[in-house]
């Protein structure tokens, strides 16, 4: 996390999600059925590297792309590759990470290709959206952690979906991530006071089914292990003394 009291830090991290957010914006367009998300990794990390943006995954770890993409039963950290070839009705999740002179921002936007292919499909990333905005509401001066992840679960809960226990937002700043974890569930009301300054990556991801999930054999997929659809959704935001400011949205 960063501080307030640092102002270049912070107009570095809203420049970063302001120029990621316009790539995401764009990519729209790529997803045609036929297309593999090799392809479509291509193209983002082309964009970035025009605006002076350095992606974060590449390298992380051994990971060697630019974005991951995941693609329906995949929940998170999908590898892209030439033989994973998208389809009409599929519901693909490109999660994205860059920096702009040393400060990241991180999101993931859910799109489907073509027409989704149930109303099932078009309510669950309905639902996880209304969740991180839900969870964006209370970053707020006061709260506490908790209480954004309360906030999260408040909305899934109720239509019957599964939350990702093991994987979760996080600090961001000058790594991609840092302390805290940002849990998609829990109590309200525990782990530090927010203060303004912070910044965080916020990211529900819930499935149609239970939240049991297993790592594919390239080492880095996640997947539901019943097979049901997953989405994901995410933005970086600094909390300030108003409202929280989401650095990840184009105007």
Same mark, same amino acid.
């Given at each position: ?25 764009? $990519? ?6 036929? =297309? ?20 974060? =995954? ?9 974005? &991951? ?40 936007? &859910?799109? @489907? ?13 309905? $639902? ?12 707020? $001066? ?13 909305? /899934?809960?109720?239509?019957? @979906?599964?939350?990702?226990?093991? @994987? ?31 910044? @965080? ?20 997929? /996640? ?26 949205? &184009?105007?």
């Amino acid at each position: 996390m960063i501080t307030i009291k640092n102002k270049v830090a912070v107009q570095k991290m809203t420049t970063a999600g302001g120029l990621l957010s316009d790539i995401i914006d764009r $990519v729209a367009q790529l997803l045609r059925p036929g =297309t593999s998300t090799l392809s479509i990794d291509a193209w983002i990390e082309m964009q970035m590297r025009n605006v002076q943006l350095v992606p974060q =995954t590449k390298g992380y770890m051994g990971y060697r792309h630019a974005s &991951c993409i995941s693609v329906n039963d995949e929940i998170v950290h999908g590898v892209p590759d030439a033989h994973k070839i998208i389809q009409e009705g599929d519901l693909v999740k490109i999660d994205v990470c860059a920096a702009w002179k040393g400060y990241c921002a991180d999101m993931t936007r &859910c799109f @489907f290709v073509g027409k989704p292919a149930s109303t099932q499909a078009e309510q669950l990333v309905k $639902v996880a959206q209304q969740a991180l905005d839900a969870g964006i509401a209370k970053a707020v $001066v006061g709260n506490r952690l908790s209480d954004i992840s309360a906030a999260i679960q408040q909305v /899934v809960a109720p239509h019957g @979906f599964g939350i990702i226990r093991d @994987f979760a937002g996080h600090g961001i700043g000058k790594r991609m991530h840092e302390e805290p974890e940002i849990l998609n569930y829990g109590e309200p009301g525990r782990g530090p006071l927010l203060r303004p300054g912070m910044t @965080f990556a916020l990211e529900p991801m819930i499935t149609l089914g239970d939240y049991n999930y297993y790592i594919a054999s390239d080492g880095w997929t /996640v997947k539901t292990k019943d097979k049901s659809l997953a989405a994901h959704v995410e933005d970086t935001i600094l909390i300030t003394e108003e409202q929280p400011k989401i650095l990840t949205r &184009c105007a």
